[in-house]
């Protein structure tokens, strides 16, 4: 049987099952996204027209192997539109395979350590993956301004893109790492990380945009199963 905290691996109306902090909320962090996309600059925060959010997911037991997949999101999202399409929009997934030995079995079903969380998100450089149920690394996701997906690879095991891309010329690179209280508070933990990386996202039709010199501060949240709703 598969748990779910919350169901993330795409945005999956995040408005609802994700934690988001809006440009009204009065603190000093502020989440941000710059990048060189198809050669044009791209730059948004949370104070305009974006919102942030994350989420968490857990898949105990992966393919009844001794394995629990973990995936930690992070986005940076346009406000919903009256058709209720993403745009300008940007998701980071870091998607992770623990062997259940290195879990916590206080309670079912195992789960994260906070060193684990930690260390998941910790400085340097990360691999991305094409099927993130049969190897741990990053998917990217980016909603252009017609609201059309682009990914790095497979979310939700679509067929998108149809073959594993070559990620020779990829790059992510986790520059800056520090522990913070989590948001909402009801999380059990948080961690505040800066991310340089280059990348070819893909779409449905076959078709490839670049997204380049990207940067993006945010904050990635966790909740353990057991810490209540």
């Not at 990360?126 to 497979?154: A, H, M, R």
């Amino acid at each position: 049987m598969k748990y779910y905290k919350i169901v993330c691996l795409i945005f999956c109306f995040l408005l609802a099952i994700g934690c988001k902090k809006k440009n009204n909320d009065s603190d000093i962090f502020h989440t941000s996204f710059q990048a060189i996309i198809n050669n044009v600059s791209i730059s948004f925060t949370d104070l305009g027209t974006h919102y942030w959010s994350c989420a968490a997911s857990q898949n105990p037991n992966l393919n009844e192997t001794d394995t629990s997949l973990f995936g930690f999101e992070l986005s940076l999202c346009q406000y919903y539109k009256p058709d209720s399409v993403y745009r300008n929009s940007i998701l980071i997934i870091f998607m992770n395979h623990i062997p259940d030995d290195s879990l916590d079995n206080t309670n079912q079903p195992p789960d994260l350590f906070e060193h684990t969380f930690r260390y998941l998100l910790k400085t340097g450089n990360y691999p991305y993956t094409f099927n993130p149920f049969k190897k741990s690394g990053i998917i990217v996701c980016w909603y252009d301004n017609k609201g059309l997906e682009w990914v790095s690879g497979q979310v939700n095991q679509s067929a998108i893109p149809p073959g594993p891309p070559d990620y020779s010329h990829n790059s992510f690179t986790v520059v800056y790492s520090q522990s913070v209280p989590p948001y909402p508070s009801s999380y059990t933990w948080g961690q505040e990380v800066h991310i340089n990386f280059n990348c070819q996202v893909y779409n449905g039709y076959g078709d490839s945009l670049r997204i380049a010199n990207a940067q993006l501060k945010g904050i990635y949240s966790y909740k353990k199963w057991n810490a209540g709703i």
